[in-house]
């Protein structure tokens, strides 16, 4: 539109226009009398005229002038609907709401006031605002900055309600002589005049009501500012509901993100490793766990792949499973020996159905546990039993311990059994081999009655070793001593139900001492035993008694002589062993002496006090 045609233009030719009618007149006037003495009259009606022709210019630009602030008051209303259709802030679509209605009509003050979507009830004072656009607080009190009380929460209730209820605006010049509201309390009390209440509406719910007025000025609002905020409500109400739903989108947003982190945590925070896929094997989700196990460097590499593309090659039947599992709901445990990566693993695979939430099955949830270490252990366990007794086999609660060497005090007791050669040479040899076996036997089960680890077995000859770490004892001299005895009187036993050209004999040597304990052999085959002093020094003491005897060191006889009553031998000198000269043959236990610990049944313990 040209400059010509603008409204502010118009007036101001009109201006012009009515300056020049009230010069023309004024001059007429003064001009008038003069004309009449020199006999000269002016036309009839002519100062008439130029009065209907100022009236109605004057009320040309008045007209001119209204237009104009109505074009303001309507462009601002498209600037401000703009501004506010563009935030997504409540609190600033709010401010800026009351801002406009302000600017729009000249308020003294304005509220905004929200329905409460809890109980339905228009209560919630969201915005107030001042004609100099400041923040009028909700609440009373003194003021100190300016020496009077603050602006209340000064509003007609009445009206606020009639608007709510019945949607349609409302308009009154002066409250207090409107004979619809001049009995209400809060009208008369505060000496409301102008008030205008307009509704703000969705889809013609009222979700809240705008409401503005004057204390001082009656009649500040007319018809037009009604028209006016009319439309403005409109579009501020989508606007305020847009923002509200998009701050409750966004809240219910962060909290499922928010449970999303949670449940993602949860997810790779699981030992074992999970994969979903769907009906077509392809995969949808892989925790940390499954990637670590498949050797995958990031879950990203694993989603919307073929399982078969991210698993090592399994049988047929894995895949047969999954699909039985989808179709019938069974769950499915299964275990496979796979190559990943230059290794081998085994894995226990657990398959169940993947269901939503109107339980639907969209897949299946493959668990996967890596057993590869358990088995290992299991394994391992296993030859352990060849020569640790069950009972302490269940008391290792560290299968490291064997594989690390240790040095530590031990008592060893070395067993042979004597006379095996000469009934070997009259005997068939699976006779001579059941035969040493019960010996053997014999003496394994009396290292073993109190907790001693069978080190090996050599020929004839046995090893039995006391506080390893295996089985750390605090007693270990005495254990040994007393299998040494125990041992003595099953041998004894034995011969009762043995033809005597099997009896055979055992000598038993025990000494206390250092030894260095752990696993030798090769990567193939490992045994556990100990090397050192105490097992050499028991073995030598074995071959310096005597069949059927039982000889222990210095060392070991000075922690069980209070239990047990024994003899000294001397010995004669060994190249190997020049400080060793004499030892000690054990010959009973003593009478009525507790060896504390050691707990044997109440026959047996009658037995062994005549040993």
Excluded at 55 to 81: C, F, H, M
Excluded at 119 to 134: C, I, K, N, P, Y
Excluded at 153 to 170: C, M, P, Q, Y
Excluded at 450 to 466: N, P, R, S
Aim: charged share 25%; net charge negative; aromatic share 6%.
């Amino acid at each position: 539109m040209s400059n010509e045609n603008t409204p502010q233009n118009s007036s101001a030719r009109l201006t012009a226009i009515l300056k020049r009618v009230n010069d023309l007149t004024e001059l007429l006037r003064s001009q008038r009398e003069l004309l009449r003495q020199k006999g000269i009259n002016l036309p009839s009606g002519a100062l008439d005229n130029l009065r209907s022709l100022k009236a109605r210019l004057e009320a040309l630009l008045r007209q001119v002038d209204n237009s104009k602030i109505e074009l303001q008051r309507l462009r601002a209303l498209a600037d401000t609907t703009a501004l506010i259709n563009s935030s997504r802030d409540t609190d600033s679509v709010l401010n800026q709401v009351m801002d406009t209605v302000i600017n729009l009509t000249g308020a003294e003050r304005g509220y905004i006031v929200l329905k409460n979507r809890a109980t339905g009830e228009f209560d919630q004072f969201r915005v107030a605002r001042g004609l100099d656009s400041t923040q009028l607080s909700f609440g009373g009190g003194a003021d100190e900055a300016t020496g009077g009380k603050r602006n209340e929460l000064i509003v007609s209730k009445t009206i606020v309600n009639e608007v709510a209820k019945t949607g349609k605006a409302v308009i009154t010049d002066n409250a207090s002589n409107d004979e619809r509201y001049r009995d209400q309390q809060s009208i008369v009390g505060f000496a409301l005049r102008s008030i205008l209440a307009v509704p703000l509406k969705v889809r013609d719910e009222v979700i809240g009501v705008v409401y503005c007025d004057n204390r001082v000025m009656a009649g500040l609002f007319q018809p037009g500012d009604l028209e006016i905020m009319n439309a403005f409500s409109n579009q501020a109400g989508v606007a305020i509901e847009n923002a509200r739903l998009f701050e409750l989108t966004r809240q219910q947003l962060e909290q499922v993100t928010a449970m999303r982190d949670l449940m993602d945590n949860v997810f790779d925070s699981i030992s074992s490793g999970v994969i979903t896929v769907n009906s077509h094997l392809t995969v949808t989700a892989c925790n940390m766990t499954a990637c670590d196990i498949l050797n995958i460097r990031d879950e990203k590499d694993a989603i919307n792949q073929p399982l078969k593309g991210i698993l090592p090659p399994i049988t047929a039947d894995f895949y047969d499973a999954i699909t039985q599992t989808q179709r019938d709901g069974k769950v499915k445990s299964l275990e496979y020996h796979v190559s990943v990566g230059t290794g081998h693993r085994n894995w226990n695979i657990t398959i169940s159905q993947l269901r939503d939430e109107q339980s639907t099955v969209q897949g299946a949830v493959l668990v996967v546990d890596d057993l590869t270490e358990q088995r290992e252990l299991e394994l391992r366990l296993k030859q352990l039993r060849v020569y640790l007794p069950a009972p302490l086999l269940d008391k290792v609660t560290d299968i490291n311990l064997i594989e690390m060497g240790q040095e530590r005090e031990i008592t060893s007791i070395a067993l042979d059994v004597r006379g095996f050669t000469r009934i070997s040479e009259y005997m068939k040899p699976e006779e001579v081999m059941e035969t040493i076996n019960q010996y053997l036997s014999l003496a394994s089960d009396g290292i073993n009655l109190y907790e001693g680890i069978v080190d090996k077995y050599m020929g004839d000859a046995v090893t039995g070793l006391y506080n390893t770490q295996l089985n750390p004892q605090r007693d270990h001299a005495l254990r040994a001593v007393r299998a040494a005895m125990s041992i003595s009187y099953d041998l004894r036993a034995l011969h009762e139900i043995l033809p005597s050209e099997k009896h055979l004999f055992c000598r038993i040597g025990i000494h206390t001492g250092q030894a260095f304990l752990g696993n030798i052999g090769s990567p193939d085959r490992r045994e556990f035993s100990a090397l050192g002093e105490a097992v050499s020094m028991s073995k030598f003491l074995e071959s310096s008694a005597t069949p059927g005897e039982v000889l222990i060191s210095e060392a070991t006889y000075e922690l069980v002589k209070d239990d047990f009553e024994c003899e000294h031998v001397p010995l004669e000198q060994a190249k190997n062993y020049p400080n060793l000269t004499h030892a000690y043959k054990v010959v009973k236990r003593r009478k009525g002496k507790n060896t504390g610990a050691l707990f044997l049944d109440a026959e047996l313990e009658e037995l062994l006090k005549d040993i």
